[in-house]
Each structure stands twice: as structure tokens, then as C-alpha cells.
């Protein structure tokens, strides 16, 4: 008999949980504390897709710390930056609030996985996709030929071969690059 109400006293146990009230706020909350939602992002469009054979060309900016790869008269895909020692890497396309994930990148035999989160950027509408890596992760050379990159919910990204990248990792590193 007690073997058969087990079963039916545990799911009673449940029943009754689910109807408490929530539990009251911690005795640290602060004082009149209020909650909120947090604002919703207008969604950013997603770049068009061009006709297939056509890649993305890349710029280099005139100061060799930061370089770009997108179509001509359109806003980057991807770009490098050399900030204070440390290389940034943005994938401009939309990214929810909150949200972090692993921007894979695949080329010349190596894969790097980089951490990336929701940032906000300065004139740009909504959150991009942007991390941070050392200049001299030994990774990075997957950048001196053509690559690939998959983001979760960002879609595929090919990037051609180009010297800029190279550039600006080796002058984020403390050297120079090559004109």
C-alpha cells in the first residue's frame, strides 16, 4: 500500500509547490527596488545576399590598424581592429541583447573558435557580433589565405585572401606591415 502511494504523494508534493506564492525578495534587494523589462531591439536587416561566384573585397584603413571585407559601397561583413594591443573582430550583422556564441572560423587547415558577444557600436543601429583575441594567438594565421566563418544566427560568411588582415595582425603584434 505505501509502495503505491509514493508515486501519487510526490506528484501531490509538486501540485502544492507550483501553487505557493514566489518566493519573497532577498534581504539584500535593494530598498524600493523596481522590476523592469529590459527594452526590445528593433530588428537590424540582414546584408543581401550577392550572386554566387562574387566575393567580398578587402580595405585596409590608411593607419594599418583596422582593415574591413565587404561588397564596394556597402557596409563591412567582418572587420579587424587593432585596439590597445588587443585585436577586435566585429561580424557586423544583427545580434540579440544579451546574447554570446562562438564565431567558428575555418581556413589553412586551422579553426578558431571565437568567443563573441551582443555589442552595441558607436553610430550603428542595434547589437553586432564582436570579440577579442591576442595578437599573437598562432590561430590567427588562418587570416593570410581565403576563410570561412559560421555564426549561429548570422548565417555563412566567405572571406577572400588579402594581405590587409596579415597587416593589421602584424601591427597590432608590435611590428609593421608590408605597403
Known amino acids: 500500500m505505501i509502495l503505491r502511494a509514493a ?68 557596409a ?13 573582430v566585429t561580424r557586423n550583422v544583427p545580434a540579440p541583447v544579451g546574447a554570446a556564441a562562438l564565431f ?18 558607436p553610430g550603428q543601429h542595434g547589437y553586432m557580433w564582436q570579440g577579442m583575441i591576442a595578437p599573437s594567438d598562432p590561430r590567427l594565421a588562418l587570416f593570410d589565405s581565403s576563410f570561412n566563418g559560421t555564426l549561429p544566427g548570422a548565417g555563412h560568411i566567405e572571406v577572400p585572401a588579402s594581405k590587409a588582415p596579415g597587416a593589421v595582425i602584424k601591427r597590432c603584434r608590435g611590428g609593421t606591415p608590408s605597403p
Open 104 to 121: 567558428a572560423l575555418q581556413g589553412s587547415g586551422l579553426i578558431l573558435r571565437l568567443p563573441v558577444d551582443a555589442t552595441a557600436l
Open 76 to 88: 563591412a561583413q567582418l572587420s579587424l581592429e587593432c585596439r590597445a594591443g588587443t585585436l577586435v
Open 7 to 74: 508515486p501519487a504523494l510526490g506528484a501531490l508534493t509538486l501540485l502544492l509547490a507550483a501553487c505557493s506564492p514566489p518566493a519573497p525578495e532577498p534581504a539584500d534587494a535593494p530598498l524600493d527596488a523596481v522590476r523592469m523589462s529590459l527594452p526590445t531591439q528593433k530588428p537590424v536587416p540582414l546584408p543581401v545576399a550577392h550572386p554566387s561566384g562574387v566575393l567580398p573585397e578587402w580595405t585596409a584603413a590608411p593607419d594599418g590598424l583596422s582593415a574591413r571585407v565587404g561588397y564596394p559601397g556597402e
